[in-house]
């Protein structure tokens, strides 16, 4: 594990526990295939994920939300700390033949250009952002009335093997 992969988050999020999201990488390709078809109809009705739009997806993991969104004719780039889900996340792009730009940063300190995003999303990666950096970041690199989306989707408990196995 390297340390970059290592979630800095609130201490009462996960018990305190540190996080190698590098391990889960696998897992979530196989088993984790991202929100249900219903979340993006949700999306496409408030006007997020039309064609052309530039999407920033903030912790982006595997990329699932970040290829759903350029199927669907947007312009992407998604950031994770984990080197090795950034990793997995271009692989699956190129398996569906799309163009997504994939970069290791955390989403306090991306080195994205000001402005350059109309829609930013963070699914399932919110809550362990450091809030006053991400909250800053987010106002410089969204364009005039671009719009955050943040989402929390609720899983199956760790008790069944591939929910545990998935698990941080």
């Known amino acids: 594990m390297i340390e970059q992969d290592r979630a800095p988050h609130d201490s009462s999020i996960d018990a305190g526990r540190s996080i190698d999201w590098?391990?889960?990488?696998?897992?979530y390709v196989?088993?984790?295939?991202?929100?249900?078809?219903?979340?993006y109809w949700m999306l496409r009705a408030m006007g997020i994920g039309t064609v052309g739009q530039r999407i920033h997806d903030m912790g982006t993991g595997t990329g699932a939300l970040a290829r759903r969104f350029a199927r669907q004719g947007c312009n992407v780039t998604g950031i994770d700390i984990s080197a090795e889900q950034i990793e997995a996340a271009p692989q699956l792009a190129e398996r569906e033949r799309l163009a997504v730009e994939f970069k290791v940063a955390p989403a306090e300190g991306t080195g994205l250009a000001d402005q350059s995003f109309?829609?930013?999303?963070a699914c399932q990666s919110w809550l362990y952002f450091k809030k006053p950096a991400v909250c800053g970041g987010v106002k410089r690199l969204l364009a005039p009335s671009g719009r955050l989306v943040t989402a929390?989707?609720?899983?199956?408990?760790?008790?069944?093997g591939i929910a545990r196995g998935s698990e941080g």
């Open 152 to 160: 929390d989707l609720g899983w199956l408990p760790p008790v069944e």
């Open 30 to 39: 196989e088993h984790r295939p991202g929100p249900p078809e219903s979340f």
């Open 22 to 27: 590098g391990q889960t990488s696998t897992v």
């Open 118 to 121: 109309d829609i930013i999303t």
